[in-house]
């Protein structure tokens, strides 16, 4: 029996949550299912609860020796220490779970050459890496969400294949790797790319308890542990050996669980109705389900089975925009359930007689079908706050919308300053303030539509600051595009490079063994390049040029949509607002996108247009940040029709902020607002003196101009 370590904390230990360790549990009996995305605030026993997995898993079998834990059972093995004989030793051994950091680099995931005997015997052989370790156990993630792309494709290839195939360094390998893949992610640094994401066969949101009873008994515990982890490990051994008999006992079931046809059109049904995108999503349900009724202890699959499925394997697939809460409508899903629910069948199969056993009995859980996990994993009420609904629900006001036809006035018609009376008599409820003020409340206008792919719009040049997705930068992991002697910052050793400047010089070192001799001069470090995060700073009109229903209506959504592919590459944003007087930094720089699209939803429109001052604004914010953190470049997106109408001579300043700003060299879009027939073309005039792009706002969708060509200037 697999014994606990010292510091680790047992998973019958674990309080409050159930949902996630039913789902370790279950890609623990069907591994096919995928592994699993636990997506949570900090502090809520994520990582506790999956590092306490392996503990609970019943050891497996391997070929004595071999370092690619190959299955003796296994009729073609793929592991380069092979061939095997048949009368190859046995062992049996714990499952491995191996942790993968996110600053990892790829050859520690994928392996290469061996250096140590190739430095000291001239030899060359393969040397695993992170993914041969895991192969037939559980390769663990902490904060999945900001792992690099390069080793995000590399899971991929991985997951999809089955298998990992090494051509680098001289190198030639191929070897098998199968794994319970488990990520965790806090969701405010970033989502997750769609194609890992899919990856992921089961999701599970967890937060903190409300409960002050529940809270308490976590305190009470992990106290406990603290202050005598052995002790605490061994009262709750028990607990964990009848968890681990159980998964035993489930893998064995499992082959004979019923999976028929109207099952399968049941798990169909649900599917289509929640709208998931692709057909894992059945697949994952059923296997979900299956497992689940065999954890159960039953050979029937029942409705507690296709809930407790679709829970844990549609949240995560269901369309829905990044800000929308994940999850799933749960009444809709009991509605799905009970009018699929099929009749009784007295002649069809039930529970496990060798068990004797109802499917309801106390191994069930209760009703909706969650087990009991030891001494922790009693069922218990959800948090009050917990949100059930993962609809895409507009989270923005749209009580100050003007009722149809109230269109507010335009009081800029030319750029003097001057106003001019309304047109019409359908003036919004709150004019614009006399000269010289704020602008009034202005008139909020909710966005026109759902975000859409915005264009990717990018820093000039190679930088190299914080890893991210958007520009290109010099990172310490990345793809390596070549080598260069060490510097002050360091880098990882370039093996094949070092060698190769050695080699010249072995007959003047007074070579005469086989052994390679190296000096100082010939270590070389591998250049890396990758992608980085920057500060993309949005400076938004919202005076009244801008105020027109539709026409705000359509720049919130593109700022809106601007903002999602902000938040996916993990920028820091910024936000400022201009109108009436002065300009308003809503946002300082921040890391919470969140924060941003709220402030976006509410933002008023009217009164005059203080582009000098807005443009003098932004230059004081990135003044500031660059004190900051000089690495981080920023990215400058002015939504804008270009007019400027607050203050004596407003053009003319607006002119010369903009070229000041323009000659320091600021990455900048120009988001052109202006719309209609008639145009002036003033943001035009604004993005030359920018030296920026200069985009209309309705082709910000990157769908926009799928056909025509890519355009220059950091535009892609």
């Given at each position: ?25 279950l ?5 096919e299912?995928?592994?699993v995305l ?23 079998d ?16 793929l592991?380069p220490d092979?061939p ?22 790829e ?9 140590q ?24 993630v ?6 690099h792309d ?6 991929l ?8 195939s090494?051509?680098?360094d ?7 790797a199968?794994?319970?893949l488990v990520?965790?992610?806090?969701p405010e640094?970033?989502?997750?790319r ?36 052995a002790g ?13 008999d ?11 669980v019923l999976l ?13 109705a ?8 059945d ?5 979900t ?14 409705s ?25 409508d749960?009444?809709?899903?009991d ?5 699929t629910e ?21 191994g ?17 009420d959800?948090?009050?706050d ?12 749209d ?10 006035f ?28 704020a602008?009034?409340a202005?008139?909020v206008?909710?966005p ?22 958007r520009?290109?930068?010099?990172t ?5 595009i ?7 910052s360091g ?13 010249p010089?072995?007959?003047?070192r ?8 190296l ?16 500060l993309v700073?949005?400076?938004?009109d ?28 993990r920028?820091k944003?910024g936000l ?5 007087a ?5 946002l300082?720089?921040t ?15 009217g ?10 604004r932004?230059?004081?914010?990135l003044?500031v ?9 920023p ?11 607050y203050?004596?001579?407003?053009v003319?300043r607006?002119?010369?902020a903009?070229a ?36 209309p ?20």
């Amino acid at each position: 029996m697999p014994q606990h370590h010292p510091g680790q904390y047992p998973l019958s230990a674990v309080v409050g949550s159930d949902d996630l360790v039913l789902a370790l549990v279950l890609a623990a009996v069907a591994p096919e299912i995928g592994g699993v995305l636990v997506r949570g605030e900090k502090g809520t026993a994520k990582t506790t609860a999956v590092r306490a997995l392996a503990a609970v898993l019943p050891p497996i079998d391997v070929i004595a020796g071999d370092r690619f834990s190959t299955d003796p059972h296994e009729a073609a093995p793929l592991s380069p220490d092979g061939p095997f004989g048949a009368d190859a030793p046995v062992e049996t051994r714990p499952v491995r779970l191996v942790e993968l950091p996110v600053g990892a680099t790829e050859d520690r995931v994928l392996g290469s050459l061996h250096l140590q005997r190739a430095l000291a015997e001239g030899v060359t052989e393969y040397e695993p890496g992170l993914l041969a370790r895991a192969h037939r156990g559980i390769l663990y993630v902490d904060e999945v969400n900001l792992l690099h792309d390069h080793l995000v494709d590399v899971l991929l290839d991985a997951a999809a294949t089955g298998r990992v195939s090494v051509e680098r360094d001289g190198v030639s390998v191929g070897h098998a790797a199968r794994f319970v893949l488990v990520g965790t992610m806090n969701p405010e640094e970033g989502e997750l790319r769609p194609q890992l994401l899919d990856r992921f066969g089961l999701t599970v949101q967890v937060a903190a308890s409300r409960d002050p009873g529940q809270r308490a008994e976590v305190v009470r515990r992990r106290l406990a542990f603290d202050a005598d982890p052995a002790g605490f490990a061994a009262a709750y051994a028990g607990a964990d050996a009848a968890l681990r008999d159980r998964i035993a006992a489930a893998r064995d079931l499992l082959g004979r669980v019923l999976l028929d046809d109207a099952t399968l059109v049941r798990i169909a049904e649900i599917c289509a109705a929640f709208e998931v995108d692709g057909m894992r999503a059945d697949i994952v349900t059923a296997r979900t389900a299956a497992a689940h009724a065999a954890w159960r202890g039953s050979r029937r699959i029942e409705s507690a089975d296709l809930r407790i499925a679709a829970r844990l394997a549609l949240p995560h697939r269901r369309r829905r925009n990044p800000f929308d809460a994940p999850g799933l409508d749960e009444q809709l899903l009991d509605e799905l359930l009970d009018k699929t629910e099929p009749e009784p069948d007295p002649d069809g199969p039930d529970s496990d007689p060798a068990r004797g056993e109802s499917d309801t009995d106390p191994g069930s859980g209760g009703h909706d079908g969650r087990p009991d996990h030891g001494a922790g994993g009693a069922d218990r009420d959800r948090a009050p706050d917990d949100r059930r609904d993962g609809g895409g629900r507009s989270h923005g006001p749209d009580a100050g919308d003007p009722g149809p036809g109230a269109e507010p006035f335009d009081p800029e018609s030319a750029s003097d300053g001057a106003d001019r009376p309304p047109g019409n008599a359908s003036a919004p409820a709150s004019p614009p303030g006399p000269p010289g003020s704020a602008g009034g409340a202005g008139t909020v206008t909710a966005p026109g539509g759902a975000p859409y792919r915005a264009k990717l719009f990018t820093v000039d040049g190679v930088g190299a600051g914080a890893a991210g997705r958007r520009s290109r930068a010099r990172t310490g992991t990345g793809r390596r595009i070549g080598a260069q002697r060490p510097t002050v910052s360091g880098g990882a050793l370039h093996l094949a490079e070092t060698v190769r400047a050695a080699v010249p010089f072995q007959y003047a070192r007074g070579r005469r063994t086989g052994r390679l001799r190296l000096a100082a001069p010939d270590l070389r470090v591998a250049v890396t390049e990758g992608r980085e995060s920057n500060l993309v700073l949005f400076c938004v009109d919202a005076s009244g040029s801008m105020a027109a229903r539709q026409r705000m209506a359509a720049v919130k959504t593109a700022i809106l949509s601007l903002l999602t592919d902000a938040y996916q590459r993990r920028d820091k944003v910024g936000l400022i607002t201009f109108r009436g007087a002065d300009a308003d930094l809503a946002l300082p720089p921040t890391g919470s996108v969140e924060v941003a699209v709220a402030r976006l939803r509410e933002l008023p429109a009217g009164g005059r247009t203080p582009l000098a001052e807005a443009l003098a604004r932004v230059a004081d914010v990135l003044r500031v940040e660059r004190l900051r953190d000089p690495r981080c470049r920023p990215l400058l997106v002015l939504v804008t029709d270009g007019r400027a109408t607050y203050g004596t001579d407003a053009v003319r300043r607006a002119h010369t902020a903009a070229a000041a700003l323009g000659a320091t060299g600021l990455a900048s879009v120009v988001v052109d607002c202006e719309t209609g027939r008639f145009r002036l073309g003033l943001a035009g005039r604004l993005a030359d003196l920018l030296d920026a792009t200069h985009v209309p706002v309705d082709q910000v969708d990157a769908a926009a101009l799928a056909g025509a060509a890519r355009t220059t200037r950091g535009v892609a």
